[in-house]
């Protein structure tokens, strides 16, 4: 099956500092990756569609200048949440499909980000 | 953009009791309805799923049926067990690549032995 790994699972970091997390794709190539932020008994709502070498995509009321995302290669995507806020605490998922085999969204394992 | 609805937001049965969840979308272009299994912290996991050009699928325990004129599909969970209890959310999206899944708000199931 599909793999994606997402790192780091949990991070602690000072409010007006920024913090990077890592979506890789193992055995496949993804040209597109969402990412999701899920508060705490709330669902996951998605925050922004990251495509390979060109710009992200972003939900409405998503800030792209706080949540700067990055798709450098196929394989990986990455989320930097800038000058961090107490209010940015969440739980971070990343998703990828893999072109022509439907929509089957593989999942990386979530990182806890918790600003103090 | 798809919005999706999902009721109820809680769901207590007995143990050996069935268990339906339903869900809701907007968008009619949608034909592809995944349904996830979370736990606490941990990723979602995905249970079954649904394409548009079938009514009903089943996989042992569990069913999804799909009624596309009305726009709703359904989670069916038969003989419920105690490590059937989670929180469930179903999503709806275009069935192509590059197209994110736009989730329910979710269940918690709590199964009681």
């Known amino acids: 099956g599909a793999v994606v790994s997402q790192h780091p699972s949990w991070v602690i970091c000072k409010s007006g500092t920024s913090v990077k997390i890592e979506c890789r794709s193992l055995d496949f190539q993804a040209t597109t990756m969402f990412w999701y932020r899920q508060f705490p008994k709330q669902s996951l709502m998605l925050m922004a569609t990251?495509?390979?070498?060109?710009?992200?995509?972003?939900e409405q009321g998503v800030e792209k200048d706080k949540f700067l995302i990055n798709h450098a290669s196929l394989t990986l995507s990455t989320l930097t949440v800038t000058s961090a806020h107490p209010e940015d605490s969440s739980f971070y998922i990343c998703s990828a499909t893999r072109g022509g085999s439907g929509t089957e969204a593989f999942f990386g394992q979530g990182t806890r980000l918790t600003v103090v | 953009g798809e919005n999706v609805e999902q009721h109820p937001s809680t769901l207590s049965v007995q143990e050996g009791d069935s268990a339906v969840i339903k869900c809701t979308y907007s968008?009619?272009?949608?034909?592809?309805f995944p349904w996830y299994k979370q736990e606490l912290g941990k990723r979602p996991q995905l249970i079954i799923d649904?394409?548009?050009?079938?009514g009903e699928k089943k996989d042992q325990r569990i069913a999804v049926t799909l009624n596309k004129t009305a726009k709703h599909f359904s989670l069916h969970i038969t003989e419920t067990q105690p490590e059937d209890s989670a929180v469930y959310f179903c999503a709806a999206s275009r069935n192509q690549a590059g197209t994110a899944l736009i989730f329910g708000k979710g269940t918690t199931l709590s199964v009681s032995s």
């Open positions: 990251s495509n390979e070498g060109s710009k992200a995509t972003y």
């Open positions: 968008d009619s272009a949608s034909n592809y």
């Open positions: 649904i394409r548009s050009n079938v």
